[in-house]
């Protein structure tokens, strides 16, 4: 094996292992240039130990549209993800790309998938569809430890105390405000609540948080300084 083959070679060897390259078009042209060294995306994949179809779909991503290569190299777009935009139209690899851009790799395939099976309808309506679809279906549940006092508290505002919470996080992230968390002493008494976020909700305490349930109780308790209950 040459040099060159064996360079081309170690970077098919990278995306099998799911490594990241500066470039995710790397992949997509390194295939392409396999098939022309080896022959055929059989022949690579032999050689290779990579599935036939993988070297074979990766070496079509060079024929998708410049907006659509650009959107991947971007990582807008996971390469993985591009692979189910090439049995489409050009227009609709365009027009798919740009309303799957930045969106989860799961959320992304199934919009894909689903302008796959009904072309005749418009990309934006699959699109509300699926996301509408899946906020219904994906439920978070964070499961939260609070003292008893600010548990009596908040029953005191409401009997379903689980809702009220949930009301309250979806508040406070809406209104996006500073958030001063006054100091709690710890506590052995306290109240395990499991709280049932919508999927939205869960996304954007995680990307404020790593622990989205220590999130919430902080939330809980700014809110009740807020309120007054509390000092």
């Known amino acids: 094996m040459s040099g060159q083959e064996h360079l081309l070679a170690s970077f098919i ?15 997509a042209r390194a295939a392409k240039a396999l098939i022309g060294l080896y022959g055929s995306p059989k022949d690579v994949s032999e050689r290779l130990g990579v599935g ?12 998708l549209p410049t907006e659509v290569q650009n959107l991947i190299s971007s990582r807008k777009i996971p390469i993985t993800v591009a692979f189910d935009l090439v049995p489409l139209n050009r227009n609709k690899q365009i027009e798919t790309a740009m309303a799957v851009s930045g969106l989860p790799f799961k959320e992304a395939r199934a919009i894909i998938r689903r302008v796959t099976e009904e072309p005749e309808k418009s990309v934006s309506r699959i699109r509300v569809e ?23 508290m908040l029953q005191e505002e409401s009997k379903d105390v689980p809702s009220l919470i949930s009301r ?29 976020f919508p999927r939205r909700t869960f996304r954007a305490l995680r990307r404020r948080a790593r622990n989205p349930a220590n999130l919430v109780e902080q939330i809980i308790i700014d809110w009740l300084k807020r309120k007054g209950k509390i000092s």
């Open 13 to 27: 060897a990278d995306f099998k292992k799911g490594k990241k390259s500066r470039d995710p078009l790397e992949y």
């Open 52 to 63: 036939k179809e993988t070297v074979r779909i990766l070496s079509k991503i060079l024929d």
């Open 130 to 152: 699926v996301l509408g679809g899946l906020e219904k279906r994906e439920i978070n549940v964070a499961i939260i430890a609070i003292p008893r006092e600010m548990y009596t």
């Open 168 to 196: 309250i996080i979806d508040d406070q992230l809406a209104k996006d405000h500073a958030m001063h968390f006054p100091h709690v002493p710890p506590t052995q008494d306290t109240v395990s609540l499991t709280i049932k």
